[in-house]
């Protein structure tokens, strides 16, 4: 058996990302940049004033109070067309092109106008330096400039500087396909006739939702029965997909079905055990061009597997350094055993502590058929093997679970 | 100027949840629950194995070594059809229906068999209370039972537990649909021709995202000139949608151009100012039946308002407690002047230390037009109306802004 880690790293080092595909601006939100976005346009395209009042010269407002004498107007979207002298004011409003001459902003409350009509006076009552209230050209970026370099996961933020940047398209990679194999005789989809011995099956549909949050897309491969030839059949479909996950099957009484199934496929095994728990049988290895995960058929442990191995396996399809599971300080708050020497992830409830520290407490129970809990846990925590006992109040580290719309 | 928190408060109360609809469990990942979810099935159906094993009576097993005569086998799908008698055993695997007399489950590794064949002896060399090994049936839920509260936006591992209740469709709220309208004779979309002083349009496709990334779906309402009709038309298009955002409009030189061309449609103002940098200029209110939020047209402001104002107003509309803005506990890393009378919302770098604290540094420049900076900014630094100075080390509230991907 290998750590967690190894398992991942050895993992992650059979993938490479994608190649890239080009989407709409507006389609970009949650894609991975492929390649650094460049600004096609400086922003602001020339100095403008960054609040509501009078531009001025500096020099003629070093001595206050000062008379100036109102010559135009320049708003966002038209600029005053001439040039401003000695003595002189132009109105001028929140991004609007500060006039040519002009090198300083008064704001309005500073002022005093006799009307907004070209002649009038306006009298300012504080002195403002060189570049006051002034954004220069080119402030926020320049054209050339990367705002956004590749391999980012495109924020809501990010979208808004793309546009700013006037990119209205994007390359991003593609979407992983991933083809999602669930096995075995005791299960059928939900609402499906339910014969004796047979439950409903849950974690290729949390898998699927699993991988459309990490920004992947599934192929649903179906569910083939305790034979090899079924798992052969439905495994086929997996053609074209960048990834296969299959669920369960590798321990059905003596027999491992995948393994079986697919060695005349030229099935080549990395590791097929992990010390962990829950999701010990867990298999890595390759199908001719498809990377092979296979996960346990429990549906708690598949999708602790999903969490620690799929998530990050398709960030890395995506060229994305993000994905890793992040696990932070907490403080427990309940006593644990001591563990065995198996990495142990486990279900627990979480709360922020008046005192700003993160509490943790596992559940009494930690059986990984226990679907429920899992929904309604906050936080994995983490132990790892032959961790000793540990009261109540003592750190360990946890991954928090909820919170996130379209989360895990 | 009323407190971000009052305009906050005033904006969900005017907002009630949208009606349900009715989708396919597999488009339910990150939907809100309209109606509590209780399940179809009980799970497990009954008593079933939690290992590979042999079912046993703990009587038979209470003084070790037993031997006991194999009478079969149960696997997941296929139960074993008569009844345990004393001194027997059945063969069983993780998930199997445990037999009719059998109480408790021996594992493998505590046993030696001479065989699998039914009349094999089977050696057990370590004691099994009842119960031991033993899922109950209905131990993870019971028929009936509410697995998913009304109002969960629901995850990964909730469409999992759905799938298990038996539940293949689900009553959610419908995504509020959002009218996103900007203005401003200065703006141009992405990719499109740009005229002097004119810049590229970039608040509107970012708050697409951030709705998209809040279950919402944004009508493009397209730019409006700066003048009364042009916005009164753009602005008629938000017919059947659930919340209109305008962008900018509010001081176009001395006019407020959005309550001008809504006055004739009824406006009603609830309030036009909050006490907040970057985004003072916030305006809430009612056009007929729908609900208007009036956003800066400062790209920075208005994402800053996005995450505030408008995310939580999504939530609301979806019936989900969640949505608003986590702000932790954080230690400054650099010094800060102190704050004025309004709220201050600073972009920020942020770390987290060794020592498991989470730091966060505010950019020295704050400009509320530096979209960049934005993109770049791990964290949103709240400070209070007149907060004092304070230096590097010293408690703040602070959001975490980046990691998840399609976020804000």
Redesign the interface.
């Known amino acids: 058996m290998i750590s967690v880690v190894e398992a991942r790293d050895r993992i992650l080092a059979e993938l490479a990302p994608l190649p890239w595909e080009t989407v709409a601006?507006?389609a970009?939100?949650?894609r991975?940049l492929a390649r650094d976005a460049a600004a096609r346009?400086m922003?602001?395209?020339?100095a403008?004033s960054?609040m509501?009042g009078y531009a001025v010269r500096a020099v003629d407002v070093a001595a206050v109070p000062a008379r100036l004498k109102l010559v135009g107007?320049s708003?966002?979207?038209?600029?005053f067309a001439g040039r401003l002298g000695p003595g002189q004011a132009v109105r001028i409003?929140?991004?609007?092109?500060l006039p040519e001459g002009a090198d300083a902003v008064v704001i309005q409350e500073d002022t005093e106008a006799e009307g907004?009509q070209p002649g009038a006076i306006v009298s300012v009552r504080e002195a403002a330096a060189r570049g006051r209230h002034v954004?220069e050209a080119g402030?926020?970026?320049q054209v050339g400039q990367v705002?956004?370099a590749a391999g980012r996961?495109l924020?809501?933020?990010?979208?808004?500087?793309?546009?700013?940047?006037?990119?209205?398209?994007l390359e991003v990679r593609r979407r992983p396909r991933i083809g999602v194999l669930a096995t075995?005789?005791?299960?059928v989809?939900?609402?499906e006739p339910?014969g004796?011995?047979?439950?409903?099956?849950?974690?290729a549909?949390?898998?699927?939702?699993?991988i459309?949050?990490?920004?992947g897309e599934t192929v649903d491969l179906g569910i083939a029965r305790?034979r090899v030839a079924s798992v052969a059949e439905h495994a086929a479909g997996a053609r074209g997909c960048d990834l296969l996950v299959t669920l369960g099957g590798a321990?059905?009484?003596?027999h491992d079905l995948v393994r079986e199934a697919l060695a005349p496929r030229g099935l080549k095994l990395d590791f097929w055990q992990v010390a962990m728990r829950p999701g010990k049988p867990l298999m890595f290895g390759r199908v001719g061009d498809i990377p092979l995960l296979g996960f346990p058929?429990?549906?708690v442990a598949s999708?602790v597997c999903?969490l620690l191995f799929l998530r990050p396996a398709l960030f890395r399809l995506q060229g994305?350094e993000?994905?890793l599971p992040?696990f932070?300080?907490a403080l427990l708050g309940r006593d644990l055993p001591a563990n065995d020497r198996r990495e142990d992830y486990m279900r627990a409830s979480a709360a922020?502590r008046a005192d700003?520290q993160w509490e943790v407490s596992p559940f009494e129970r930690q059986?990984s058929?226990?679907?429920?809990?899992?929904?309604r846990?906050d936080a994995l925590v983490v132990r790892a093997p032959h961790a000793p006992a540990l009261t109540a109040g003592r750190?360990v580290q946890a991954l928090a679970?909820?919170?996130?719309?379209?989360?895990?």
Chains 1, 2 share one sequence.
């Open positions: 601006l507006s970009g939100h949650g991975v346009v922003q602001p395209p020339a403008v960054a509501d107007m708003r966002a979207g038209e600029a409003f929140t991004g609007a092109v907004q954004r402030f926020d970026f705002g956004i996961a924020t809501a933020r990010d979208i808004g500087l793309a546009a700013a940047m006037n990119l209205p398209w075995g005789d005791e299960i989809r939900p609402g339910i004796p011995s047979q439950i409903v099956s849950s974690n549909l949390a898998l699927a939702a699993l459309r949050g990490s920004g305790d321990s059905v009484g003596e058929g429990n549906p999708l999903g994305c993000g994905g992040d932070r300080p922020w700003g059986d058929s226990n679907l429920l809990r899992l929904a846990a750190p679970l909820s919170g996130t719309l379209g989360g895990f």
